[in-house]
């Protein structure tokens, strides 16, 4: 019913950047709530930024205070695409990122995540 395709991740050397994107097609009404979570090796997954649509015009977001400051998400509502912009990487960031979004598909709100994305960070 909703097939969400990330892309966009690879390999960055630290200081640099990568912008992530995560495009959602099937039978949308609405995406209230769009998000990135990201997990390394041995660790668990965390929220790393989030954009709750609170009305037609406003969103409001939050990040992981590892990341304020270097990472911002966007997203173009007529695509249904969330992005996510990451600069100055630090090898820390280095994960698999998943995009998470909360959608309206018939009538039901539910969860829906990427496949996941390999970010690496070399210092």
């Known amino acids: 019913q909703v097939q969400l395709v990330e892309s966009g991740g690879g390999l960055a050397q630290a200081g640099g950047s990568l912008r992530l994107s995560c495009q959602a097609s099937?039978?949308?009404?609405?995406?209230?709530?769009m998000e990135w979570y990201r997990q390394a090796p041995g660790k668990q997954r965390e929220l790393v930024a989030s954009?709750?649509?609170?009305?037609?015009?406003?969103?409001?977001?939050s990040y992981a205070d590892s990341v304020k400051g270097r990472f911002t998400v966007s997203r173009e509502n007529g695509q249904n695409t969330v992005h996510l912009q990451m600069n100055s990487l630090k090898p820390e960031d280095t994960a698999v990122y998943y995009c998470?979004?909360?959608?309206?598909?018939?009538?039901?709100?539910?969860?829906?995540w990427g496949q996941g994305t390999q970010v690496t960070v070399s210092s």
């Open positions: 954009k709750v649509n609170y009305g037609v015009t406003n969103y409001a977001d």
């Open positions: 998470h979004l909360k959608a309206w598909v018939m009538g039901k709100l539910g969860d829906y």
């Open positions: 099937g039978r949308i009404s609405s995406i209230p709530v």
